[in-house]
């Protein structure tokens, strides 16, 4: 894996510091994921999508529709703490073009949001999610191989590509 994609998957606040909590996460869910894991988030990925409240399926809606939900996130992070208000959660789900009832937003976070005893979200629950990190990682090749296309350079490997992990 190299540095970029590190940065990209544990700089969670995108201040281009990676902390350290975060990055121990990085390293239990890159290292410490069994093969049964990975190939489960293998097999979501390759179920057509539907029309369920949860987490999976709204991650997976957001990548199809280009929505960047850490955007989404960080725009609300006062704090800069990777936590967002429960209501302003609540407002980022509805303005998805989803079509999120209220009844379907308090199932996501019913069955999918951590919050803390002051009710704030933790929003990176939600992108170190193993099915957003492989659409993340999917994303992140995509586009290294559209600019290796688009570069003048000489064809050599990408180190995106050399240095991924399998």
């Known amino acids: ?3 970029e994609l590190i940065s990209r998957l544990a700089d969670v606040d995108e201040n281009n ?3 350290y ?3 121990c ?3 239990d869910r890159e290292l410490l994921k069994s093969e049964l894991a990975s190939e489960k988030t293998q097999e979501i990925l390759q179920q057509p999508l539907m029309n369920k409240n949860d ?7 957001a990548f199809a529709n280009k929505i960047n939900l850490r955007e989404l996130f960080k725009t609300e992070d006062k704090f800069n703490q990777g936590l967002i208000e429960r209501l302003s959660l609540y407002q980022i789900l509805e303005s998805l073009p989803f079509g999120y009832s209220p009844e379907d937003i308090y199932e996501i976070f019913r069955d999918s949001t951590i919050f803390d005893a002051h009710g704030n ?3 990176t629950i939600i992108l170190q999610n193993d099915v957003y990190c492989a659409l993340e990682k999917l994303k992140f090749q995509s586009e290294s ?3 290796e296309k688009n570069s003048t350079s000489s064809p050599k490997k990408s180190l995106i590509e050399s240095n991924y992990c399998n």
């Not at 987490?55 to 809606?61: A, H, P």
């Open 25 to 27: 996460k990085l390293l």
């Open 21 to 23: 909590g975060d990055f």
């Open 55 to 61: 987490l999976t399926t709204l991650i997976r809606k």
């Open 1 to 3: 894996m190299n540095r």
């Open 145 to 147: 191989k559209h600019s």
């Open 17 to 19: 510091k990676i902390n």
């Open 121 to 123: 979200a933790d929003y």
